[in-house]
């Protein structure tokens, strides 16, 4: 009778979370290769042989430093957030953009993106400006997958006054209309 297979078992990297195999691929190989040596010597025998040559360097580096400091620490640099596959993820700019689509030729849709970088909540702002205009609006998903507030009609330059008389933590400066493609201040 033959054996029944066993399941294979990975070792996953404790600080990428990769196989072991695949961190020199991930984003951070520089941070990997002191748990890879660790846990996994015969996966990346070059690295052993670095990791001696360099041993020796790190010592004498961290002993200089702490001489030289003299028991004050380095202040720390602001960790930068990466996505998958080592990209920097960019801080969002705190702006209101307002943007006017034109459908059906006479048809116009108005839309807000950027009031929930205020603290606004999109769903009580959609409510109020359909109100205020006496049109429809609501929420909805861009093409960035970011939410987005659609209102009908063509609100374009009445909408600014309405939201910083309502919100007032939105600056008229942090307003910008998107016009023949080009952003342009709303001020």
Not at 54 to 64: G, I, M, Y
Not at 153 to 182: L, M, N, Q, R
Request: proline content about 7%.
């Amino acid at each position: 009778m033959a054996e029944k297979p066993q399941p294979v078992r990975v070792l996953y990297c404790g600080v990428c979370g990769l196989p072991a195999e695949y961190c020199e691929f991930g984003p951070d190989f520089e941070k990997c290769k002191p748990w890879l040596i660790q846990n996994t010597p015969d996966l990346y025998p070059d690295l052993l042989k670095e990791a001696g040559a360099k041993d020796a360097d790190k010592v004498s580096d961290q002993l200089q430093s702490a001489s030289i400091s003299g028991g004050s620490s380095k202040p720390k640099e602001e960790e930068v957030k990466r996505l998958p596959g080592g990209k920097i993820k960019k801080k969002e700019k705190q702006e209101v953009v307002i943007e006017k689509m034109t459908r059906n030729k006479r048809k116009c849709i108005t839309t807000v993106k950027g009031l929930e970088l205020f603290g606004v909540k999109l769903s009580d702002a959609s409510k109020k400006l359909g109100k205020k205009f006496a049109t429809g609006a609501s929420v909805t998903k861009g093409p960035t997958e970011k939410e987005q507030i659609d209102v009908q009609g063509d609100i374009f330059y009445d909408i600014v006054e309405f939201i910083t008389d309502t919100w007032p933590d939105v600056p008229e400066s942090a307003i910008f209309f998107i016009e023949d493609g080009k952003k342009v201040p709303a001020v």
